[in-house]
């Protein structure tokens, strides 16, 4: 692969053509939030946690699908780009209901996390207060929607590593949610396989397994990574 | 069909029309069809026939005439006289009166009500006189249901001569030429765009046709689909033979069955006759075209969400780059443009770049359609140089605001645009001064508010409709604007503190800078330039809420 010069936080690097901003990034050790970036899942550039600057592009543009090209000037790091991550945390935050302390994922939540990682000390935004769904119908998993994110990573490994094509998205704006099929209880689902992946990569308190109690929900998003690594290097 | 046909149907319907010594246009388009012109096109030719007539007038159906609501208008020509409000009683006197005793009736032309001496010709009046017709120039004239009338108005001229007379690389070298710049919104180089779908090379290019059109208020690309689609339609296939596409999509909105219905038919009757499909007019270039039927959601106008859609997918932008000229329509080469720019293509090849290029300012060639609506006595659709002052527009063409009321601002652009004082009514219109003003073009929606509006409710009213149309993938729009309609509500029920002031002022921007799509990143504007003009209306509510919370 040939290669080529960026400049990403005044470091000088030496990248092939081809890779996107966010994989330079952690290879060397700069540090971008994300959330609905998973390792092995094609990128949508939705939660737009990533974004950085670009010297001689008005637009702020997401690391995750954005490709280096030769002799860009990047900024990762800047008061704008922190308040911005800031804020889009508060923004999930209050969309719908988060209440860590009751949560199954508390002290595993990649939410959580980012809240932390951010420096959110309150959300200073009103909240919307959703008034969601606790759909427990699948003998395995519960979906819980007021701790979703709509990072879509669900859908994605569904489809695209299972193959399964149980969940899908409906209605628009603030309303979208998560379904199953064609909007029936997951447990009346006709494709899931019960493989649990989308439990795995699932960054928050959404998805989890039946017998989970208040903080014992362990996720394993790596798991699906190096799935779709080993798949990849046999083919 | 072979080049020589074209010219015996241009022939033919020479000698057709030649028989009539008159010809009667009933406008058909949208406006007019709701306030019934349909029953008066029945009942004028009942009555040209009753009168054993109809072998000297000819009473046919056209496109948009203008002034939608004056319908359902009526035009005779020769002379260009037009009557409005055409109903009952008034379609016989048209034809006792002006059709056979030649009197044309003062009293009943358009603008009679309003003007002290209406003209009996209407491209006299100021309406017309300051438009300047190129997009729908034919509309109101062509039998939009008729190929061989658009052939006759000139119609496939401009493929024939792209086909057989200009490679590829001359077609875009005169669009280029042209500066044509995208009638969608954003006003990017049409000659340009060409050019880089044109140099990608893949074994399959796509042509898309966006007639989406969801700003509310806006119904231009819906009249010219309606009013004169061969004329679209010839400019896609001019478009495939530029980038060497085979296959196109026109994409209309589903809330507009006649513009669908209209065009069906046209893409049926240029098969028919191999102005579509194999070997176009006898050269080695081929081209199909297909429709697709939105489901009437605001964001599938958006080029990556309107390609999605037809490729059977939620209606979703991603982003971009890459951008659709690299990968489009189901990942190859797509050229997406608007309706009314792929309606400039015919005249720009029929006369030349040069001439379009003169029309208009430096920056913004040619001409531009707005729909009027709002507080303004003439509503309707308008053709306008670049360059036209928004005084001109609202009051010489759209004669001002009724009811003796003071003009307090225009909205241009739809939920993506802004609202413009009385400072700035000078202003001559292009991409440019209206971006300068804290607007947009957008496809040209222009909404007129007098003294009695609300700026603050105007704010309101558009954030509400980007919430509801928001396809809620990204977190700033999907929340933004949710967070952003509820604070506008709150001021607006005298609720807000100076607090929630300065929160929605840091939304606003962060939304516009942060989301994925244009939807988003422009769904702040209206709020922004109403706080930028009518600061005052909003601190007022606010004044007044801690007036009132003194007191509960
Ligand atoms: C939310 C949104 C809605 C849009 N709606 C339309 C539309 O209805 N019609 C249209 O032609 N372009 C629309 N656009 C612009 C298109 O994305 C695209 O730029 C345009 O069709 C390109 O054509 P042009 O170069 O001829 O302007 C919209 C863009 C956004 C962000
Ligand atoms: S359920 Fe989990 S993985 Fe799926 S969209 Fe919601 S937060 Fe993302
Ligand atoms: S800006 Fe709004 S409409 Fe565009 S992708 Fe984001 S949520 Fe969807
Ligand atoms: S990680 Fe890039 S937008 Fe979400």
Known sequence: MPKISVKIDDKDLEVEVGTTVLDVCRANDIDIPTMCHLKGLVDVGACRLCLVEVEGTSKLLPSCTTKVQANQVIHTQTDKLKKYRRMITELFFAERNHVCSVCIANGNCELQDLGYKVGMENVRFPYLFQNCEVDSSHSKFVMDHNRCIMCTRCVRVCSDVEGAHNWG?????????????????????????????????????????????????????????????KREMKS | MNRHDLKTISEQMKTKHGQFKQKVCVCCGAGCLSSGSEAVLKKL???????????????????????????????VNPGQTIYQQVEGEKVSVIVDEHLIADRPIEKMVLFSDTREKPFINSQEDPFYKKQHKIVLADCGDVNPESLEDYVFYGGYQALDKVLFQMSSEDVIAEIKHSRLRGRGGAGFPTGIKWETVYKYVADQKYVICNGDEGDPGAFMDRSVLEGNPHRVLEGMAIAGYAVGASKGYVYIRGEYPLAIKRFELAIKQAKKIGLLGA?????????????????????????????????????????????????????????????????????????????????????????????????????????????????????????????????????????????????????????????????????????????????????????????????????????????????????????????????????????????????????????????????????????????????R
């Open chain 2, 279 to 551: 070997n176009i007019l006898g050269s080695a270039f081929s081209f199909d075209v297909e429709i697709r039927i939105g489901a009437g959601a605001f964001v599938c106008g958006e080029e990556t969400a309107l390609i999605a859609s037809i490729e059977g997918q939620r209606g979703t932008p991603r982003p971009r780059p890459p951008f659709p000229a690299e990968s489009g329509l189901w990942g190859k080469p797509t050229l997406i443009n608007n309706v009314e720019t792929f309606s400039s293509i015919v005249p720009i090849i029929a006369c030349s770049g040069e001439w379009y290029s003169e029309i208009g300012t430096t920056k913004s060639s040619g001409t531009k359609v707005f729909a009027l609506a709002g507080k303004i006595n003439i509503s309707g659709l308008i053709e306008v140089p670049m360059g036209t002052s928004l005084r001109e527009i609202i009051f010489d063409i759209g004669g001002g605001i009724p009811g003796d009321k003071a003009f307090k601002a225009a909205q241009t652009g739809g939920p993506s645009g802004g609202c413009i004082p009385a400072e700035h009514l000078d202003t001559k219109v292009d991409y440019e001064s209206l971006v300068a003003l804290g607007s947009i073009m957008g496809s040209g929606g222009l909404i007129v508010m007098d003294e009695t509006s609300d700026m603050v409710d105007v704010a309101r009213f558009f954030m509400e409709f980007c919430m509801d149309e928001s396809c809620g993938k990204c977190v700033p729009c999907r929340v933004g604007t949710k967070m952003m309609f509820d604070l506008l509500t709150k001021i607006c029920q005298r609720k807000a503190l100076p607090m929630d002031l300065e929160r929605l002022e840091e939304l606003a921007v962060f939304v516009k800078e942060t989301s994925l799509c244009g939807l988003g990143m422009s769904a702040p504007n209206p709020l922004l330039s109403t706080l930028r003009y009518f600061r005052n209306e909003y601190e007022d509510y606010v004044n007044k809420s801690q007036a009132l919370a003194g007191t």
């Open chain 2, 45 to 75: 030719q009942e009555e040209v026939k009753l009168k054993g007539k109809e072998n000297e007038i000819e009473v046919v159906p056209s496109g948009c005439m203008g002034p939608c609501n004056k319908g359902p208008l009526v035009k």
């Open chain 1, 169 to 229: 998205i409906m209605n628009r704006g603030y309303q979208v949610r998560i379904i199953a099929d064609f909007n029936v209880p997951w447990g009346d689902s006709t494709t899931c396989t019960y493989c649990g992946k989308c439990v795995d990569v699932c960054p928050t308190g959404a998805l989890w397994n039946k017998d989970a109690t208040q903080g014992s929900m362990q996720k394993y998003p790596q798991a699906v990574s190096d799935l779709v690594e």
